[in-house]
């Protein structure tokens, strides 16, 4: 059964940084594709960052230049660093499981940790 | 970007009527070369993490019930709930695969009369 616990959400200060970790179960990170999806509080989903394959990554513009994701195949473990942190990246942040032929949709979600940028 | 659209905001039905989820892309989302459509439908209940209901526009995913259905082509989408439940409350989303990045529509809110 595939599992993803994500952790490492909690208060943070504008311009600080923090580490989401994504813990898989049920599948090889390594293998996969492997996607952070955020939601603001009351608000939709916005996807922000995908990696796959050697080490392929792509990220949404609001996350270019300020946030990186990574993998620790050792760990399969999937995370998310954030720099500069801003009010507006406040959110639940989900890591989800894109399909097994790299089509862009989400099957498989963890339960998400919550950011909170404020001072 | 490709910009997702829904109508309406939200909406109340009865328990047993039918509800209706439009979704609208900013350009065509039908692959010719596979004739697919790269939409997918989401469920997601308060204080849970999306569920997905539906991808290739009109194909459920294994467990959801036969009453959500998906249908259209190109830009324009439905969802479709043949007879609302009660456990069906929820918010609703439409969301495109077929370019980077993925974009979601602004989310259906679906109540009971």
């Known amino acids: 059964e595939v599992q993803l616990v994500e952790t490492g959400g909690g208060l943070i200060q504008p311009g600080g940084s923090l580490r989401l970790s994504c813990a898989a179960s049920g599948l090889t990170v390594s293998s996969n594709y492997l996607t952070w999806i955020r939601q603001a509080p009351g608000k939709g989903l916005e996807w922000v960052s995908l990696i796959y394959g050697g080490n392929n990554t792509y990220y949404a513009d609001s996350a270019k230049g300020r946030f990186t994701i990574s993998r620790d195949n050792s760990k399969n473990t999937v995370y998310l660093q954030m720099n500069s942190l801003r009010a507006e990246d406040t959110a639940v942040y989900y890591c989800a499981r894109a399909s097994r032929d790299g089509y862009n949709f989400w099957a498989y979600w963890g339960q998400g940790t919550l950011v909170t940028v404020s001072s | ?113």
């Open chain 2, 1 to 113: 970007d490709i910009v997702m659209t829904q109508s309406p905001e939200s909406l109340a039905a009865s328990l047993g009527e039918r509800a209706t989820i439009n979704c609208r892309s900013s350009q065509s989302i039908l692959y010719t070369s596979n004739n697919r459509n790269y939409l997918a439908w989401y469920q997601q209940k308060a204080g849970q993490p999306p569920k997905l209901l539906i991808r290739w526009a009109s194909t459920r995913e294994s467990g959801v019930p036969d009453r959500f259905s998906g249908g259209g082509s190109g830009t324009d989408f439905t969802l479709t709930i043949s007879s609302l439940q009660a456990e069906d409350v929820a918010v609703y989303y439409c969301q495109q695969y077929y370019s980077v990045p993925p974009t979601f529509g602004p989310g259906t809110k679906v109540g009971i009369k």
